[in-house]
Protein backbone atom coordinates (compact mmCIF):
# COMPACT_ATOMS: atom_id res chain seq x y z
CA UNK A 1 0.00 0.00 0.00
CA UNK A 2 1.20 3.75 -0.37
CA UNK A 3 1.47 5.75 2.48
CA UNK A 4 3.94 7.98 3.72
CA UNK A 5 4.82 8.16 7.21
CA UNK A 6 6.03 11.17 9.67
CA UNK A 7 6.66 9.41 12.48
CA UNK A 8 6.88 12.79 15.36
CA UNK A 9 3.52 14.36 15.75
CA UNK A 10 5.36 17.20 17.82
CA UNK A 11 9.09 18.55 18.02
CA UNK A 12 10.50 21.24 19.96
CA UNK A 13 13.88 22.78 19.21
CA UNK A 14 15.51 25.47 20.57
CA UNK A 15 16.22 28.82 18.82
CA UNK A 16 19.09 28.01 16.57
CA UNK A 17 19.71 24.70 16.72
CA UNK A 18 19.49 21.99 14.06
CA UNK A 19 16.51 20.71 12.91
CA UNK A 20 15.62 17.42 11.50
CA UNK A 21 12.34 16.25 10.63
CA UNK A 22 11.62 12.80 9.26
CA UNK A 23 9.61 11.24 6.62
CA UNK A 24 9.29 7.50 4.93
CA UNK A 25 7.23 6.09 2.21
CA UNK A 26 6.00 3.22 0.60
CA UNK A 27 5.62 3.34 -2.96
CA UNK A 28 5.79 1.95 -5.90
CA UNK A 29 6.72 3.80 -8.45
CA UNK A 30 9.94 6.04 -8.87
CA UNK A 31 8.84 8.95 -6.35
CA UNK A 32 8.26 12.59 -6.69
CA UNK A 33 8.84 13.74 -3.25
CA UNK A 34 8.04 17.14 -1.82
CA UNK A 35 7.91 18.81 1.61
CA UNK A 36 4.85 21.50 2.51
CA UNK A 37 5.01 23.84 5.57
CA UNK A 38 1.55 25.56 6.63
CA UNK A 39 2.17 28.16 8.91
CA UNK A 40 -0.99 29.68 11.34
CA UNK A 41 -3.71 30.84 9.26
CA UNK A 42 -1.71 30.49 5.94
CA UNK A 43 -2.28 28.31 3.33
CA UNK A 44 0.58 24.94 2.40
CA UNK A 45 3.34 26.29 0.48
CA UNK A 46 5.97 24.02 -1.50
CA UNK A 47 9.38 24.27 0.62
CA UNK A 48 11.33 21.67 -1.87
CA UNK A 49 10.87 19.22 -4.10
CA UNK A 50 12.96 15.89 -5.51
CA UNK A 51 12.20 14.66 -8.84
CA UNK A 52 15.51 13.29 -9.62
CA UNK A 53 19.17 13.42 -9.70
CA UNK A 54 21.21 14.97 -6.55
CA UNK A 55 19.61 13.78 -3.67
CA UNK A 56 20.15 16.56 -1.33
CA UNK A 57 17.69 19.12 -3.08
CA UNK A 58 17.74 23.02 -1.25
CA UNK A 59 14.38 24.62 -0.86
CA UNK A 60 12.91 27.59 0.40
CA UNK A 61 14.07 29.23 3.59
CA UNK A 62 17.13 27.54 4.09
CA UNK A 63 15.39 24.30 4.30
CA UNK A 64 16.88 20.97 2.21
CA UNK A 65 16.05 17.49 2.28
CA UNK A 66 17.68 14.27 1.44
CA UNK A 67 16.49 11.07 -0.54
CA UNK A 68 17.89 8.02 0.58
CA UNK A 69 16.30 5.50 -1.35
CA UNK A 70 17.50 2.28 0.32
CA UNK A 71 15.77 3.67 3.46
CA UNK A 72 12.71 4.79 1.55
CA UNK A 73 13.16 8.74 4.00
CA UNK A 74 13.19 12.04 2.92
CA UNK A 75 14.19 14.07 5.95
CA UNK A 76 13.84 17.02 6.04
CA UNK A 77 16.84 19.47 7.83
CA UNK A 78 17.72 22.69 8.60
CA UNK A 79 20.73 23.85 10.22
CA UNK A 80 19.82 26.63 12.27
CA UNK A 81 15.87 27.29 13.18
CA UNK A 82 14.36 30.86 13.49
CA UNK A 83 10.95 31.37 15.51
CA UNK A 84 9.32 31.62 12.55
CA UNK A 85 9.71 28.46 11.01
CA UNK A 86 7.43 27.14 13.66
CA UNK A 87 4.77 25.36 11.60
CA UNK A 88 3.23 22.61 10.58
CA UNK A 89 5.74 20.28 7.80
CA UNK A 90 4.13 17.48 5.56
CA UNK A 91 5.54 15.47 3.31
CA UNK A 92 4.17 14.37 0.65
CA UNK A 93 5.03 11.47 -2.57
CA UNK A 94 3.54 10.70 -5.66
CA UNK A 95 4.82 10.09 -9.29
CA UNK A 96 5.12 11.76 -12.55
CA UNK A 97 2.22 9.50 -13.99
CA UNK A 98 -0.55 11.11 -12.21
CA UNK A 99 -1.49 13.96 -9.97
CA UNK A 100 -2.83 12.08 -6.56
CA UNK A 101 -0.06 13.12 -4.15
CA UNK A 102 0.03 10.63 -0.92
CA UNK A 103 0.23 12.95 2.30
CA UNK A 104 1.94 12.41 5.55
CA UNK A 105 -0.64 13.72 8.84
CA UNK A 106 2.43 16.42 9.48
CA UNK A 107 4.83 17.13 11.87
CA UNK A 108 4.21 20.37 14.21
CA UNK A 109 7.26 22.15 14.65
CA UNK A 110 7.45 24.04 18.23
CA UNK A 111 10.49 26.73 18.61
CA UNK A 112 11.74 27.45 22.26
CA UNK A 113 13.15 31.09 22.79
CA UNK B 1 1.36 37.13 -9.14
CA UNK B 2 -1.49 37.18 -6.65
CA UNK B 3 -2.42 33.57 -5.29
CA UNK B 4 -5.16 31.58 -4.58
CA UNK B 5 -7.95 33.14 -3.12
CA UNK B 6 -10.44 31.53 -0.97
CA UNK B 7 -13.89 32.61 0.47
CA UNK B 8 -15.22 33.01 3.13
CA UNK B 9 -12.53 31.87 5.88
CA UNK B 10 -14.51 30.83 8.53
CA UNK B 11 -18.46 29.82 8.14
CA UNK B 12 -20.48 28.05 11.03
CA UNK B 13 -23.73 26.23 10.07
CA UNK B 14 -26.08 23.88 11.86
CA UNK B 15 -26.48 20.76 10.88
CA UNK B 16 -28.48 19.95 7.29
CA UNK B 17 -28.05 23.26 6.14
CA UNK B 18 -26.11 24.05 2.99
CA UNK B 19 -22.65 25.59 2.22
CA UNK B 20 -20.55 26.63 -0.65
CA UNK B 21 -17.19 27.45 -0.79
CA UNK B 22 -16.00 29.72 -3.89
CA UNK B 23 -12.39 29.56 -5.13
CA UNK B 24 -10.28 31.61 -7.31
CA UNK B 25 -7.19 29.64 -8.10
CA UNK B 26 -3.65 31.52 -9.99
CA UNK B 27 -3.80 33.10 -13.18
CA UNK B 28 -2.86 30.95 -16.09
CA UNK B 29 -3.22 27.55 -14.06
CA UNK B 30 -4.74 24.77 -15.32
CA UNK B 31 -5.22 22.34 -12.80
CA UNK B 32 -7.59 23.33 -9.53
CA UNK B 33 -7.77 20.88 -6.92
CA UNK B 34 -10.26 20.72 -3.79
CA UNK B 35 -8.92 19.28 -0.33
CA UNK B 36 -10.37 18.69 2.95
CA UNK B 37 -8.45 18.73 6.13
CA UNK B 38 -8.90 17.51 9.56
CA UNK B 39 -7.58 18.66 12.23
CA UNK B 40 -3.94 16.95 12.89
CA UNK B 41 -3.87 15.29 9.17
CA UNK B 42 -2.94 15.81 5.72
CA UNK B 43 -5.00 16.51 3.18
CA UNK B 44 -7.15 14.60 1.39
CA UNK B 45 -7.99 14.94 -2.14
CA UNK B 46 -11.67 15.71 -3.08
CA UNK B 47 -11.98 16.51 -6.50
CA UNK B 48 -9.21 17.63 -9.42
CA UNK B 49 -10.06 19.62 -12.38
CA UNK B 50 -8.49 20.41 -16.03
CA UNK B 51 -9.69 23.23 -17.30
CA UNK B 52 -13.43 22.99 -16.62
CA UNK B 53 -13.44 19.24 -16.63
CA UNK B 54 -13.58 17.02 -13.25
CA UNK B 55 -10.78 14.48 -14.17
CA UNK B 56 -10.84 12.76 -10.73
CA UNK B 57 -13.46 12.99 -8.05
CA UNK B 58 -13.84 9.53 -7.21
CA UNK B 59 -12.91 10.80 -3.59
CA UNK B 60 -15.86 13.23 -3.16
CA UNK B 61 -18.98 12.23 -1.64
CA UNK B 62 -21.22 12.68 -3.86
CA UNK B 63 -24.41 12.40 -2.13
CA UNK B 64 -24.15 15.31 -0.43
CA UNK B 65 -21.13 16.69 -1.97
CA UNK B 66 -21.00 18.85 -5.43
CA UNK B 67 -18.22 20.95 -7.07
CA UNK B 68 -18.43 23.01 -10.54
CA UNK B 69 -15.59 24.65 -12.60
CA UNK B 70 -18.14 25.99 -15.44
CA UNK B 71 -15.73 28.56 -17.16
CA UNK B 72 -12.62 26.65 -16.36
CA UNK B 73 -10.98 29.69 -14.11
CA UNK B 74 -13.13 29.36 -10.43
CA UNK B 75 -14.65 27.03 -8.56
CA UNK B 76 -17.29 26.30 -5.86
CA UNK B 77 -17.84 23.30 -3.71
CA UNK B 78 -21.14 22.73 -2.27
CA UNK B 79 -22.14 21.10 0.29
CA UNK B 80 -25.84 20.11 0.38
CA UNK B 81 -27.12 18.57 3.78
CA UNK B 82 -23.97 19.81 6.63
CA UNK B 83 -23.23 16.99 8.89
CA UNK B 84 -22.09 16.97 11.82
CA UNK B 85 -18.53 14.92 10.18
CA UNK B 86 -18.19 17.48 7.83
CA UNK B 87 -16.48 19.89 9.94
CA UNK B 88 -13.10 20.55 8.70
CA UNK B 89 -10.82 22.86 6.52
CA UNK B 90 -11.55 22.95 2.58
CA UNK B 91 -8.20 23.66 0.83
CA UNK B 92 -8.19 24.82 -2.51
CA UNK B 93 -4.95 24.63 -5.02
CA UNK B 94 -4.03 25.07 -8.29
CA UNK B 95 -1.28 24.19 -10.56
CA UNK B 96 -0.02 24.74 -14.24
CA UNK B 97 -0.53 21.58 -16.35
CA UNK B 98 2.13 18.87 -16.14
CA UNK B 99 3.52 19.90 -12.78
CA UNK B 100 3.01 17.38 -10.99
CA UNK B 101 2.65 18.12 -7.01
CA UNK B 102 3.58 21.62 -7.05
CA UNK B 103 0.49 23.28 -5.77
CA UNK B 104 -0.20 26.64 -4.83
CA UNK B 105 -2.63 26.79 -1.97
CA UNK B 106 -5.46 29.06 -0.60
CA UNK B 107 -5.54 29.75 2.97
CA UNK B 108 -8.60 27.49 3.30
CA UNK B 109 -11.63 27.75 4.45
CA UNK B 110 -12.79 26.49 7.98
CA UNK B 111 -15.98 24.82 8.49
CA UNK B 112 -17.81 24.08 11.65
CA UNK B 113 -21.13 22.53 11.93
CA UNK B 114 -23.53 22.35 15.19
Known amino acids: AQSVTQPDIHITVSEGASLELRCNYSYGATPYLFWYVQSPGQGLQLLLK????DTLVQGIKGFEAEFKRSQSSFNLRKPSVHWSDAAEYFC???????????WGAGTKLIIKP | EAGVVQSPRYKIIEKKQPVAFWCNPI?????LYWYLQNLGQGPELLIR????????DSQLPKDRFSAERLKGVDSTLKIQPAELGDSAVYLC????????????FGEGSRLTVL
Open chain 1, 92 to 102: AVGASSNYQLI
Open chain 2, 93 to 104: ASSRQGETGELF
Open chain 2, 27 to 31: SGHNT
Open chain 1, 50 to 53: YFSG
Open chain 2, 49 to 56: YENEEAVD
